[in-house]
């Protein structure tokens, strides 16, 4: 059996008795960065010791390596340790009588590691990749190491007998302390080893890189392993190439051979994995290769812990090894083929305090690159027929490589031609996952990536706290989620009654000449479609009112907002649509302060002798000819105008007859009319023609003929109030038109501020769940926080308790020397 490269062994013992604070621990000189200074520290303050200890069991022993089995051998080594193990084992009873700490701690420690994982069922059945036809463990966290029976035995009585056991498993024994760590500039570390054998095939220095010094304190740490983050730099890949040495003889040529290949460029150290398989003795692994004989005859996978076997004090059938014979027990590292220069070395450990062997690539490996391990010097001679083909597996791994590239390209080029090119580079179809660096999801699992639960198929919309975007994805204008089409169309309609009530708003008419303001059009049809009623055709036009009810407070916001309103709807004037809206015109109440009250009564009792002795004069407005003191009848100072009103059936009710000179309405307004034509006409036509009523007034009052006869006032006034009333009218419809506007306007303003609530609750909720996320992230940092201190605790914990041991040890030591010194003395 040819030994290994591999020159370290480790104790990653994370249980009683872990020496260096649940640090590697150098056996064979490799420790980890972190953890050698502490070991370089014990290790001087041990000098002394180890000078007096220059008789135990395992000063001076070259520590043995993991090395792969034949599988078809039986070995029969007789170690270098057996002579005085017996001595030890003279020691171990009596030890035993007296103290059963050394019991106590193995059965502890075998408590701690999970055997039922071997008669798991599960373990058997559980899922296996087919890469390349070859059955892979799906996921090399996943696996669970295994132990069969014989070898449970094997361990709890070797480790409650071992004097190893009682120190604690602590493998940092003294007479390696001369294999000391030295550090690199370059990040890499030197300890000296043990490759005393094969003298001009191994260094005597053996490089740990800090990466896998990492690892392995991560390990100790209580990390899974192996290290999720290195499962995808390799793969298995069949080998195709015939030149390959696997393939070189003849039976090989016709068996699947596989291989283990860089993914991606691996650092050295960077892939680390554990040896993965069932965990039996000698005597048994001769069961495990009973199945598929002609396959085995040349091929073996099973791996010996020569360091742990040594240290427990197992040899012969006893001895334990890693089998992976069974597919369903292996990971990749059982089909690391051989190469004496390999890239990749095996070192010992111990794992929980049990024996482990770990696969790390100790040399950098290019992508595509096989990696390879030394078997060690046992494993050929044991294979006969394959002696020869040991030699040149990493070039023979390149020209694999090469004829795998081409039949990609081949592929490659085939499904180009086949499907169209692909212009960015497609993943392989075969194997997309494998160019993921950082692990691929599983097809069975892949939310199990995401850490806040996949979106399920049925309720995508869950995962959007906003809602889902629709199909046509309008979302992508809506960074909260797509308005739905109601929602689109209440926007709409938000703006467009936006946009109308600007529109609305926007003075109009302005730009109309006041002329025309007294002329209307009776166009039924625009009418009604602005919104009039036509109450009723008069004999000068019609009369018309607004729709809505709004009351107006003077007679002038009422002709104001009709006169905008007849504006907007239509220029057209027509002769016939003239309506009389002249006497609806109110104008402001003029009062002359010249004429006082008392002459204001004289001339009304004159005028009432005049000419309305009769029957007394009506009011324009009720019609009514009575007055009194609170109610005088106020009469028309324009001349030969007749009109009455009473002082309450004015527009603006007055309480007194006012001072000074009144006129009506229509004098005012024919004033105004005569003035304006006056301004506008040449001078000789403005005094022939000016102010119609005024001559008409005038003419009566010389004529003799009393042409404002009372009925004629009383017409006047009657059609003068109810052209205000239906003015009044119209204008309460035009405001409550209006209103309405505005109402709707309201609404779109509310629809719009609940939008914009709504974006401002989706951003709160937003802030919230980015809030509880951040809690969460500060939850597990305290929680890591706080294991890692338990863990800190529990290694110094376990730090006092071996050095009390060790003490404790150190003094039965003592005392059984002096025992002896003294038996010697007696004798
Ligand atoms: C641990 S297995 C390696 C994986 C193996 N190639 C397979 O496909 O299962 C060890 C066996 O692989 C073959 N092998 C590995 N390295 C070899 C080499 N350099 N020359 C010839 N055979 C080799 C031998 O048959 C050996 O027993």
């Known amino acids: 059996m040819i030994r290994t490269n591999s020159a370290c062994f480790m104790d990653l013992t994370t249980h009683e008795g872990d020496e260096c604070n649940g640090a590697m621990t150098a056996v064979d000189g490799a420790s980890c960065e972190d953890a050698h200074e502490h070991d370089h520290n014990q290790v001087e303050g041990e000098e002394e010791d180890d000078e007096e200890d220059e008789d135990d069991d395992y000063v001076g022993q070259e520590l043995p390596q993991p090395q792969y089995r034949d599988s078809k051998s039986k070995r029969s080594r007789t170690h270098a340790l057996s002579e005085d193990k017996c001595g030890d084992e003279e020691d171990q009873t009596q030890d035993r009588d007296k103290d059963n700490e050394g019991v106590d701690m193995a059965k502890r420690v075998l408590a701690s590691v999970d055997f039922a994982g071997n008669e798991d069922p599960k373990v058997k059945t559980r899922p296996v990749n087919v890469v390349n036809g070859v059955e892979v463990n799906s996921s090399h966290a996943a696996y669970v190491v295994s132990y069969s029976n014989g070898a449970k035995q094997v361990l709890k009585e070797s480790l409650a007998k071992s004097p190893m056991m009682r120190q604690g498993l602590h493998l940092s024994l003294p007479e390696y302390a001369e294999h000391k760590l030295i550090d690199h500039a370059d990040g890499t570390c030197e300890c000296t080893t043990y490759d005393e054998y094969e003298d001009n095939l191994f260094e005597n220095d053996h490089i740990l890189p800090r990466d896998l010094q990492v690892f392995l304190r991560k390990l100790m740490d209580g990390e899974p392993y192996p290290h999720p983050s290195r499962q995808n730099l390799v793969e298995v890949m069949a080998i195709e190439d015939l030149n390959h040495p696997v393939k070189s003889s003849a039976e090989m040529k016709e068996s699947v051979e596989h291989g283990v290949f860089a993914v991606v460029k691996i650092e050295p150290g960077m892939w680390c994995q554990r040896y993965i398989g069932k965990h039996c003795t000698s005597a048994e692994e001769s069961h495990c290769c009973e199945k598929d004989q002609e396959h085995l005859l040349q091929h073996s996978y099973t791996f010996d812990l020569t360091a742990a076997n040594e240290i427990l004090g197992l040899t012969g059938d006893e001895e334990l090894v890693v089998d992976a014979t069974e597919v369903a027990s292996r990971n990749h590292t059982a089909y690391v083929n051989h ?307 009473h002082l309450r059936c004015l527009d603006l009710p007055l309480s007194r007859l006012p001072d000074g000179d009144w006129h009506c309405p229509a004098c005012e307004e024919e004033a105004r009319g005569q003035h304006m034509r006056s301004s506008e006409l040449p001078d000789t036509e403005s005094a022939r023609d000016g102010g119609h009523h005024i001559s008409d007034c005038d003419a009566g009052l010389a004529g003799g003929d009393s042409v404002p006869s009372r009925r004629a006032a009383r017409n006047t006034s009657a059609a003068f109030g109810k052209d205000i009333k239906a003015g009044r009218d119209a204008l309460v419809k035009l405001l409550g038109k209006i209103d309405v506007q505005q109402e709707k306007s309201d609404r779109d303003q509310a629809a719009l501020a609940e939008e914009k609530a709504k974006l401002a609750r989706a951003q709160a909720a937003l802030a919230k769940e980015k809030e509880k996320l951040a809690r969460a992230q500060a939850a597990l940092a305290k929680e890591k926080e706080k294991l890692a201190r338990a863990q800190a605790a529990l290694a110094k914990e376990k730090e006092n308790v071996t050095k009390e041991k060790k003490t404790l040890f150190d003094d039965q030591a003592e005392l059984t020397r002096g025992q002896e010194k003294l038996a010697r003395g007696i004798f």
């Open 339 to 645: 190469d004496r220069e390999g890239n990749v070395q095996a070192f010992g450990a111990l794992v929980d305090g049990l024996p482990a062997i770990f696969f790390y690539n100790s040399k950098a490996v290019q992508p595509g690159e096989e990696l390879l391990v030394d078997y060690g010097p046992v494993y050929w001679p044991y294979m006969g027929n394959q002696r020869e083909l040991q030699m040149n597996a990493r070039a023979a791994a390149n020209a694999n490589l090469r004829v795998k590239q081409e039949a990609e390209q081949n592929t490659h080029l085939e499904t180009r031609s086949a499907k169209g090119t692909r212009p960015f580079g497609a993943a392989s179809e075969e194997a997309p996952a494998k160019t993921w660096p950082f692990g691929a999801a599983s097809e069975e699992a892949p939310a199990k990536t995401w850490p806040f639960g996949a979106a399920s198929e049925e309720a995508p919309a869950k995962t959007r706290p906003f809602g889902a975007a629709s199909e046509e994805a309008p979302a992508k204008t809506w960074p909260f989620g797509a308005a739905s089409e109601e929602a689109s169309a209440e926007l709409e309609a938000m703006v467009q009654a936006q946009a109308a009530l600007w529109e609305l708003q926007k003075p109009k008419g302005v730009s109309k000449p006041r002329r025309t303001c007294g002329k209307y059009h009776s166009d039924r049809e625009e009418l009604v479609k602005a919104g009039f009623t036509i109450e009723k055709p008069g004999k000068n036009g019609v009369s018309i009112s607004l729709n809505s009810g709004k009351r107006f407070r003077t007679s002038r916001e009422a002709r104001a907002a009709l006169l905008t309103e007849m504006g907007q709807t239509s220029s057209m004037e027509t002769p016939q649509a003239k309506v009389e809206l002249r006497r609806t015109r109110k104008t402001p109440l003029k009062v002359s302060a010249a004429v006082s009250t008392e002459e204001r009564r004289e001339s009304k009792r004159r005028k009432t002798d005049e000419n309305f002795v009769e029957d007394g004069t009506a009011c324009g407005v009720c019609h009514r000819t009575d007055d009194d003191e609170n109610n005088d009848m106020l009469l028309c100072d324009g001349m030969g105008c007749d009109v009455a009103l």
